[in-house]
């Protein structure tokens, strides 16, 4: 019985805690102490009552994680650097990656930019943004469609 009320309070504490956190963290635990409350009812065995918590704890946080994070918020809007990649940028500054210079302007803005094959890239070519690694574009010459 002292097991029991052990397991009802400590699922008591993790529910309390996600609440305040909301963070997606203890309610996978919490769903372990619940499974353990229960056995811990029918069976006083603390090793069976512990083992049941982590396996059902484990099982929950492995394969019902990744599906509640995808459809937690599904209208998420990215944030504007992340809509850059894939536009196109005119390249304002020559792009040389060995001296470190280069500027674009996409979108009413000048950044920082470098190749992404490390090639030389001339003042006005248009070019793709294919990533961002900390304030500066990586681009590449855009193709001519045929």
Known sequence: MTNTIAWLILLVVLVLIEFITLGLTTVWF???????FVVSIFIDNLILELVVFVIVSL???????????????????RTN?????GK???VTAS??????????????????????DGAPIEKDTLVTIKDISG???????KKEDA
């Open 81 to 85: 650097y992340e809509e850059l990649i």
């Open 59 to 77: 099982l929950l946080l492995f394969f019902t994680r990744p599906i509640v994070i995808k459809h937690f918020n599904p209208k998420r809007v």
């Open 30 to 36: 919490a769903g372990g102490a619940l499974a353990a």
């Open 135 to 141: 304030v500066k574009l990586i681009v590449s010459v």
């Open 95 to 116: 792009i040389d990656n060995l001296s470190s210079t280069g500027l674009v302007r996409v979108n009413g803005q000048e950044w920082s930019a470098r190749s992404a």
């Open 88 to 90: 196109e940028a005119v």
